[in-house]
């Protein structure tokens, strides 16, 4: 049924204002897609990581454990995608440099991923800021999931950095890192799943 025109009107006008509600403020919107940027790159650094662990002797664990982490960063950044384009902002693919390919050892790879979890902290810590100041509520709410993601993915650089720094060149002490770094990551992911 064709509505009479004043209906469609009205009807048009209270789409358009419904977008205004739930549209995302410019600073608030680039702000986001800096953090796409961000976790697409830390999914690219990761996938060199494991690209690069994978053909070092021995590295069976951490090769998947980086794989792992490079889907993880990929599906953070899907999620900030996701919720752009639903606000009714434009989420922006952007362009990636080449990430570093290759580490002088387990320990600097292990020092730089901490390093990295550590700015990607500082840009989501960045992001509640900019919600707060143009008291964009949703957008506050939203980054909660990401504030708590950034505690235990710290966490767990930390506690790998640790562990590498304790074991030292002891090789037995790194085959038992390799062998039991995916059940530091079973763990982890299996509180993800109760939170
Ligand atoms: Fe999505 Fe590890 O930060």
Request: charged fraction near 25%; proline fraction near 3%; glycine fraction near 6%.
């Amino acid at each position: 049924m064709q509505l009479p025109l004043h209906h469609a009107f009205i009807e048009c006008q209270i789409a358009i204002n419904l977008k205004k509600i739930t549209m995302l403020n410019d600073v608030m919107k680039d702000a986001l897609n800096a953090q796409v940027k961000m976790e697409a790159e830390s999914s690219q650094v990761y996938l060199a990581m494991a690209s690069w662990a994978e053909i070092q002797p021995g590295l069976e664990g951490v090769t998947q454990f980086f794989y792992r982490h490079s889907d993880e960063e990929r599906m953070h950044m899907l999620k900030l995608i996701g919720y752009i384009n639903e606000r009714g902002g434009f989420a922006i693919v952007p362009a990636l440099e080449q990430p570093q390919l290759t580490y002088p050892s387990l320990r600097h790879a292990f020092k730089e991923l901490l390093a990295h979890e550590i700015k990607v902290s500082n840009g989501i810590n960045e992001l509640v800021d900019i919600a707060l100041q143009h008291k964009d509520y949703a957008t506050h709410n939203f980054l909660q999931w990401y504030v708590a993601e950034q505690i235990e993915e710290e966490r767990l650089a930390r506690t790998l950095n640790d562990k590498l720094e304790m074991i030292g060149d002891d090789k037995s002490g790194l085959y038992l890192f390799d062998r039991d770094i995916l059940n530091v990551g079973a763990t982890q992911n299996a509180k993800k799943g109760a939170a």
